[in-house]
């Protein structure tokens, strides 16, 4: 057995790669100048300079990285959320702002704020422009609102200790995955029996902090029926039965508080047919405002589907929840809907490739193990889920260019 040599850890930890990746950075940056900044020729570029970092840090830098200065962000950022912080700097204006001002406004020990502004500010999240004087730029204005904000809420308080507590429930559990969704690090870091939605539920604010958190996940990202991803004219509109008054367009399962209908209608504000939107009553009653043409269903995923026959169901980041037995019975239900030959099944989740390259589909994966005992799952392992155990076909995977989830198309066969 060979011992890596001490001077590897202080060395780059891929020096001969440079040159090459500062020409494909050129490239990269040249074609998203040209094309005025696309979600592609960004993607692009972020994921060249990413590897440029990666290759002239050291693996000393990359372990301090890790286990010093990223937690430490994640802390000193969420301090300045819970006490007011990037709100009173927004409203204060875009000029320069001293740590004794902020200090005095917000009620903070001086020396505390100092200390968390200058790490923050050493990782360019706020713009240091004189000693204990800061201003805002683009992320921390940001931190004033709740989609980016209730993310540093919910990190903290939900997901790290599960995080925390991974290592002894593996290791108790003999290294292998959960199955059951009311056994994972989440329920021994929380000392709690519930599962995780209800204990969100159960504990205000965390509930409305996770529902903005999963808003801000869906910013930016291409929406499915935009083109260039799924065909909603041809595989929707077009032999829909317009003919029924009742009939059902769209019915989105588990949809949360509603923001794929109220999308799916902004596209298309002339959609025929119904559109129903399905949840359980407490998340449906949280909803502050919804288009009147949405119907709310209080539901259950895990009893029988009311809506039968409908064009098609929706369900968004739904299945990754959920292990796979309890997965294929909310897919059950479902398909048991579904007429044949017209009724589509649409699952709206991350398809894990076979060489992953973008973190946030392996991030939300070991997110969903250890708080969920649920998973992100490759192309092989839906056709098990869906085809070999629910007995729906997949008709096609829909994978825009310019995204990272993609639309699973399922029929029930005749």
């Not at 994640?74 to 001002?101: C, R």
């Not at 949360?256 to 939107?277: H, K, N, S, V």
């Amino acid at each position: 057995m060979t011992t890596p040599d001490l001077s590897s850890a202080i060395a780059p930890t891929d020096i001969d790669a440079v040159p090459k990746l500062l020409s494909e950075i050129a490239t990269a940056g040249h074609a998203f100048s040209e094309v005025g900044g696309s979600i592609v020729t960004r993607r692009e570029l972020l994921m060249k300079t990413r590897e440029l970092v990666r290759a002239l840090e050291s693996p000393r830098d990359i372990m301090i990285r890790h286990v010093w200065a990223q937690p430490c962000n994640v802390m000193a950022i969420s301090f300045g959320v819970q006490s007011g912080l990037w709100t009173a700097m927004m409203e204060n204006g875009d000029g320069p702002q001293k740590v004794v001002d902020l200090a005095k406004q917000l009620g903070i020990q001086e020396e505390l704020l100092q200390r968390m502004m200058r790490h923050i500010a050493t990782s360019g999240y706020i713009d240091m422009t004189a000693p204990d004087e800061y201003t805002p730029n683009s992320f921390s204005k940001s931190l004033a609102l709740p989609a980016i904000s209730s993310g540093y809420h919910t990190s903290p308080t939900i997901l790290n200790p599960s995080f925390l507590r991974a290592h002894d429930w593996l290791r108790e559990k003999g290294y292998t995955c959960p199955t059951d969704t009311v056994d994972t690090p989440f329920q021994a870091a929380h000392n709690t029996k519930l599962h995780a939605f209800a204990y969100l539920q159960s504990t205000p604010p965390h509930g409305q902090n996770f529902h903005d958190h999963m808003h801000a996940y869906l910013l930016g990202r291409p929406q499915w029926m935009d083109k260039g991803f799924y065909p909603i004219q041809e595989r929707v509109f077009d032999g829909f039965a317009t003919t029924n008054k009742d009939a059902v367009l769209f019915v989105d399962v588990a949809g949360g508080l509603g923001y794929y209908t109220e999308e799916l209608l902004a596209m298309f504000p002339d959609a025929p047919g119904r559109l129903i939107l399905q949840d359980l009553p407490p998340v449906l009653g949280s909803i502050q405002q919804l288009h009147p043409r949405i119907e709310s269903m209080g539901y259950d995923f895990f009893t029988e589907q009311p809506i039968k026959g409908a064009r098609v169901y929706y369900m968004h980041t739904v299945l990754h929840d959920w292990p796979d037995n309890q997965a294929v019975k909310i897919a059950s239900g479902v398909m048991e809907a579904m007429k044949p030959g017209y009724s589509r099944f649409l699952v709206h989740e991350n398809v894990i490739p076979p060489i992953p390259q973008d973190y946030e589909q392996t991030t939300l994966d070991l997110i969903m193990m250890t708080n969920f005992g649920g998973k992100e799952r490759s192309a092989a392992q839906w056709s098990e889920l869906l085809e070999e155990k629910c007995g729906l076909r997949i008709v096609k995977i829909w994978t825009p260019v310019d995204g990272i989830e993609s639309v699973i198309e399922c029929e029930r066969p005749e």
